[in-house]
């Protein structure tokens, strides 16, 4: 197997991209998500959660998706890191992990099809925002 490698500046570049991404998408989508999701912007305050620790889960979580996006992209082998290869490997592991997992995971939890609408459509967002970057600026 041909590995071309892995350059941890695309890898960083795509996790604080993917993140804003992430923070205009659920800023759209706030109200649509709220209902979605039966809750008050005051309930979710009132969760417990604090948002500094969650927003440094969520980075370092994009940290390691890009990171193993990355490899699988790197496997492709010397010459196929690619935008358009990084842009289709994104959206080959969105539908083949991502979306079948909160299809089921939604599906049990009996959340309603909105949901799943606007979570998967930011993590495929997610996933080709990451693949092109780390496409793009190769190994």
Same mark, same amino acid.
């Given at each position: !197997?041909?590995? +071309?490698?892995?350059?941890?500046?695309?890898?960083?570049?795509?996790?604080?991209?993917?993140?804003?991404?992430?923070?205009?998408?659920? &800023?759209?989508?706030?109200?649509?998500? !709220?209902?979605?999701?039966?809750?008050?912007?005051?309930?979710?305050?009132?969760?417990?959660?604090?948002?500094?620790?969650?927003?440094? !889960?969520?980075?370092?979580?994009?940290?390691? !998706?890009? @990171?193993?996006?990355?490899?699988?992209?790197?496997?492709? &082998?010397?010459?196929?890191?690619?935008?358009?290869?990084?842009?289709?490997?994104?959206?080959?592991?969105?539908?083949? @992990?991502?979306?079948?997992?909160?299809?089921?995971?939604?599906?049990?939890?009996?959340?309603?099809? +909105?949901?799943?609408?606007?979570? &998967?459509?930011?993590?495929?967002?997610?996933?080709?925002?990451?693949?092109?970057?780390?496409?793009?600026?190769?190994?």
């Amino acid at each position: !197997m041909d590995f +071309a490698g892995i350059n941890y500046v695309a890898v960083a570049v795509a996790a604080i991209a993917s993140f804003l991404f992430g923070g205009v998408w659920y &800023g759209v989508f706030s109200n649509p998500w !709220m209902a979605a999701i039966g809750k008050t912007e005051q309930e979710i305050k009132n969760a417990g959660q604090s948002l500094p620790v969650l927003l440094v !889960m969520t980075f370092v979580a994009l940290l390691v !998706m890009a @990171f193993v996006l990355a490899g699988l992209i790197g496997h492709l &082998g010397h010459g196929q890191v690619t935008t358009w290869n990084g842009a289709l490997s994104g959206a080959f592991a969105w539908f083949g @992990f991502v979306a079948t997992t909160l299809v089921v995971n939604h599906g049990y939890q009996g959340a309603k099809g +909105a949901l799943t609408l606007i979570d &998967g459509a930011h993590w495929l967002g997610v996933l080709l925002i990451q693949g092109i970057i780390i496409g793009y600026l190769g190994v």
